[in-house]
């Protein structure tokens, strides 16, 4: 008999619920801002489909539930009719190449200016504490606290948004609930000082974003719902005091909605940017999670593996090398090299630059 050659780990396939994968390799959610006027354009029909593969995973960059929910120049929403019709092509693309295609669904909170608001509003979050500096060359307008009576209106948002997601054609969708993006200013205690029932305790830190995923798990099903969390994160200046009982707390409380995934990111990604290292670990968040669990934070080939082969993570998300590299899991099959990404064409608006133009190993060949 010969001898078959080992599988790679994540090149195994895997029941996601009622999702049938090939492989463990998740498109991690990037944000490329290049939907005009929040409205998803004709040119993300092939950077999706580049990167989508028979029984693979893809996550889409994270998308505007309402008009308040702006922070970026450039990207896209779900709250219009004509949103939710220019996602369409898209996401028929990615089914065309048999891919499974969720939806990020967002609000930015304070991460915003007014000169994204309707009217030029104040933006909205759990606080009316400013982020401090300019990160990132952007300008922030100090935000405006949310009333208690004004979040379950926030909370319709994101369901109406998961509503027409599923309308787009999209397969489910992953709240975004991490970093320093609303919801983790609800979440985190270095951001949210409330002192109604949604600040406070960890229960009560915790309501608005738990609130969010019932409404949507009501609208579309557990079987269709993700959320990614970051409680270990600094981004937007929203840093909690205890992240691993935040983490712990969240995922618990997830499991009485039985949804469909866990989408966590590395301690070792504290900011926007490079790993730190950290004596951190999600394997109790991990091990108490009873759907199907996702790293994400700066893995490459071996660690993936490592991830998969150890039970530490069900998949594993890839951001820039997958952005760089469309034929991602082909070139971890073959261990063959990769693109280098260029961080300077990450949110250029230039509609092939730095976004479908990365080749392929063929054509490299």
């Known amino acids: ?78 709250w219009t009719r004509e949103q939710v019709e220019a996602w369409k092509p898209i996401v028929d693309a990615v089914h065309a190449k048999g891919g499974i295609f969720f939806c990020q669904i967002w609000h930015v909170g304070r991460v915003s200016n007014s000169g994204f608001q309707p009217d030029g509003q104040a933006p909205v979050s759990s606080t009316d504490k400013p982020i401090s500096s300019q990160v990132e060359g952007m300008e922030f307008t100090p935000p405006r606290r949310l009333r208690t009576d004004e979040i379950p209106q926030i909370v319709n948002d994101f369901r109406i948004a998961a509503r027409n997601a599923i309308e787009a054609g999209f397969d489910g969708v992953e709240i975004h609930g991490a970093h320093g993006y609303l919801i ?7 951001v949210n000082d409330r002192t109604d ?30 959320i990614r969390l970051s409680p270990y994160a600094n981004y937007g200046q929203a840093g909690d005091s205890n992240p691993g009982a935040l983490g ?35 394997l109790p968040m991990r091990k108490a999670f009873n759907g199907t669990f996702i790293v994400a934070g700066g893995y490459d080939r071996e660690e993936g593996n490592k991830a998969i082969a150890e039970n ?31 961080r300077r064409t990450f949110y250029t608006t230039d509609p092939v630059i730095g976004y479908t133009d990365y080749p392929f190993l063929e054509s490299t060949a």
């Open 197 to 226: 029932q949604y600040g406070g305790s960890l229960e009560n830190r915790c309501r608005f974003a738990l609130e969010v995923v019932g409404a949507v798990v009501d609208e579309i099903g557990a079987d269709r719902v993700g």
């Open 312 to 342: 530490y993570s069900d998949l594993v998300a890839y951001g820039r090398v997958f952005l760089a590299n469309p034929d991602l899991p082909r070139r971890f099959e073959l261990d063959a090299p990769l693109n280098k990404y260029d």
């Open 248 to 282: 712990l707390y969240m995922v618990e409380s997830l499991n009485k909605y039985g949804i469909l995934f866990c989408h966590m990111v590395e301690p070792r990604m504290k900011t926007v940017g490079e790993r730190v290292e950290s004596p951190h670990s999600l």
């Open 184 to 190: 983790d200013q609800f979440m985190k205690d270095q």
């Open 1 to 78: 008999m010969v001898a078959e050659t080992p599988t790679l780990p994540l090149l195994t396939p895997y029941k996601m619920g009622k999702f049938n994968l090939s492989h463990r390799i998740v498109l991690a959610p990037l944000t490329r801002q290049r939907s005009y006027d929040n409205v998803p354009q004709p040119h993300a029909v092939l950077y999706y489909s580049q990167r989508a593969t028979k029984g693979g995973l893809l996550i889409s960059e994270a998308t505007g539930v309402s008009d308040t929910a702006q922070g970026y120049l450039h990207a896209p929403g779900i």
